[in-house]
């Protein structure tokens, strides 16, 4: 989908991305921001440094008349930026866009039944990443989980799927580190899987959204989102995942947790 803006627009969306975010910006974007109160001053500081990197790499752009200012810009940016602090903006490569709708959105899709048929059909949806396009948010989403703090975050869900996405499909295994075992990580992620499916069938109370037991790529997107909003809570119910993106991810948050 292109989106074409008047010239002025476009160039004042050229002049804010040379610009780091200001301390103005920055603060009054995070002040509420519960995910990030686990992290030192430095941290934040270099949080708030590569936002302002990826800002500039990437192109955050309304759809269906949403108007996109510097403020939901950062507030987006900081939020993709909290998985890759300690990995690196290289680790978002091969894309260019964030596209943000007001709300929920439909996707159109195709899928053969039992017979072979092939049916059209449409789907709402919250947030979508493409292999090698943009990821698409609604925007009344994004920002009620950054406020909200406590359970479910689209921006990270969606990010977590570009990072599984570098192996070429969304399959829970994104491109370990030379210090990782695909092995350790494909036995902890399988055994988690299958017992979070198995509760799920047995309509357990859960640690974290059901929605993880769709495939074996929505369970990594939805237990990082855990990782980084509920640690403490993934550490208690699947210690090894947590210790696998505790490697991936270079941080180890259910430690900061009191």
């Not at 950062?74 to 290289?90: E, S």
């Not at 369970?219 to 696998?244: H, K, N, W």
């Amino acid at each position: 989908m292109s989106i074409s803006y008047p010239i002025g627009d476009w160039w004042q969306r050229v002049v804010h991305r040379r610009r780091p975010v200001s301390a103005p910006l920055w603060q009054g974007v995070c002040r509420h921001l519960t995910l990030l109160s686990r992290y030192t001053p430095a941290e934040l500081q270099r949080l708030r440094a590569l936002t302002g990197r990826f800002l500039r790499q990437k192109d955050i752009q309304g759809a269906a008349g949403l108007e996109v200012n510097e403020a939901m810009r950062v507030l987006v940016a900081v939020q993709a930026c909290v998985p890759i602090l300690n990995l690196g903006l290289q680790w978002y490569r091969g894309w260019v866009s964030v596209l943000m709708y007001p709300d929920e959105f439909l996707v159109r899709e195709e899928y053969a039944d039992e017979a072979g048929v092939v049916h059209l059909g449409a789907d709402t949806r919250i947030g979508e990443s493409w292999s090698h396009g943009p990821v698409i948010l609604s925007w009344r989403h994004a920002k009620e989980h950054a406020l909200r703090g406590e359970w479910g975050n689209v921006v990270i869900h969606e990010f977590a799927h570009k990072l599984d996405l570098l192996n070429g499909a969304a399959n829970g295994m994104p491109p370990l580190h030379k210090d990782m075992s695909r092995s350790v990580w494909a036995r902890a992620f399988a055994l988690a899987y299958e017992d979070f499916c198995e509760r799920v069938d047995a309509g357990e109370a859960l640690p974290f959204d059901d929605y993880a037991a769709e495939a074996p790529g929505e369970f990594f997107a939805v237990v990082s989102e855990a990782f980084f909003l509920q640690p403490r809570s993934l550490l208690r119910f699947y210690p090894d995942v947590y210790a696998q993106l505790a490697l991936f991810y270079r941080q180890d948050l259910a430690q900061r947790d009191g």
